[in-house]
């Protein structure tokens, strides 16, 4: 007997974390990104609208350079990201290539989207590309992105931003790839008896008090800025999954309703026997 989610969603945001696509000696997880642009492409042959959100440009620029950490100096970060998003998009442009999938690279910061202007600009982009079956890429600037006192450039991170692309592309569904299976009462890398929570229907106190700190070195959010993104979008009544990207074909489990990582949805779900 299976109990399917109708999600049934007509486009689709996919966001990857650093650890999905990065080693943990910083050298680029092929086996990861090839198999995500063999899934997001067969997505795109069905009719599905997708959109990438994928971090990385940090920890593919260290390992390039064949650095261990992140240095503490703002330019020195800046440019390692530089270096490893042209690296990043190289790569991603090449495994999409096998499909003869047209991938298109935008890289924003938080003020295109706080101007009227240049945030309708960003939604005509998207449209654009999308209507023409491209996927884009999206990445904060990181090169460029820092905050001055009256001017506010950066995104808390990538899962805040890939909420936000979610409602500028106004996509059905946010999907975000971790390195952890979902959302669980306890971080699991440190309370063995936590256990995964299958379906949150509200960011309240106690989901709150089940976040627990970040699991990898080069990611800057961790489990708490993937449940601002999840409130972020609840609260556009839309919903979010959070699966593992260990393999990114968990993407065809969650489109064909499985019941695979943590579902964050609006109304609670009425589960179709099958
Ligand atoms: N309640 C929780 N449920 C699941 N994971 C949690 C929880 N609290 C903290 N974590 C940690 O969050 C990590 C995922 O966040 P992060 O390392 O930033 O990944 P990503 O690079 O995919 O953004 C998990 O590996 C885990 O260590
Ligand atoms: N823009 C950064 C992303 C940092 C970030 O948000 O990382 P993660 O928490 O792994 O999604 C990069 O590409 O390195």
Redesign the pocket.
């Known amino acids: 007997m299976t109990f399917l989610r109708k999600l049934n969603p007509k486009k689709v945001v996919v966001?990857v974390?650093?650890?999905t696509i990065v080693l943990p000696n910083n050298k680029v997880n092929l086996r990861t990104i090839s198999r995500l642009a063999f899934v997001l492409t067969d997505l795109c042959n069905r009719g599905i609208e997708v959109v990438l959100v994928?971090?990385?440009?940090?920890?593919v620029g260290l390992g390039i350079l064949n650095l261990a950490n992140r240095p503490a100096e703002i330019p020195e970060q800046q440019a390692i990201?530089a270096i490893?998003?042209s690296n990043l998009i190289g790569i991603y442009t090449k495994e999409f290539s096998i499909y003869q999938q047209i991938v298109a690279q935008v890289l924003l910061t938080r003020d295109v989207l706080l101007y009227p202007e240049s945030h309708q600009n960003v939604i005509n982009t998207f449209d654009t590309m999308l209507r023409r079956r491209i996927i884009p890429i999206v990445?904060?600037n990181?090169s460029i992105s820092i905050d001055e006192l009256d001017h506010k450039t950066a995104f808390s991170?990538?899962?805040e931003?890939s909420a936000i692309v979610t409602e500028v592309a106004d996509a059905d569904l946010l999907i975000v790839l971790s390195d952890i299976d979902g959302f669980y009462t306890g971080n699991p890398h440190k309370d063995e008896t936590a256990t995964l929570i299958p379906e949150i229907n509200e960011i309240d106190d106690e989901i709150l008090s089940y976040v627990g700190g970040?699991g990898?070195k080069?990611?800057?959010?961790?489990m708490a800025?993937k449940i601002s993104a999840a409130k972020r979008v609840l609260a556009h009544g839309k919903p979010m999954v959070l699966a593992n990207g260990r393999n990114p074909e968990v993407i065809f489990d969650i489109l064909d309703g499985q019941e695979v990582g943590t579902l964050f949805t609006p109304k609670k779900t009425v589960h179709v026997k099958e």
């Open positions: 966001k974390g650093t650890s994928s971090s990385g440009a940090m920890g990201s490893g998003q990445n904060e990181d991170d990538n899962d931003l970040k990898s080069l990611g800057t959010g961790g800025t």
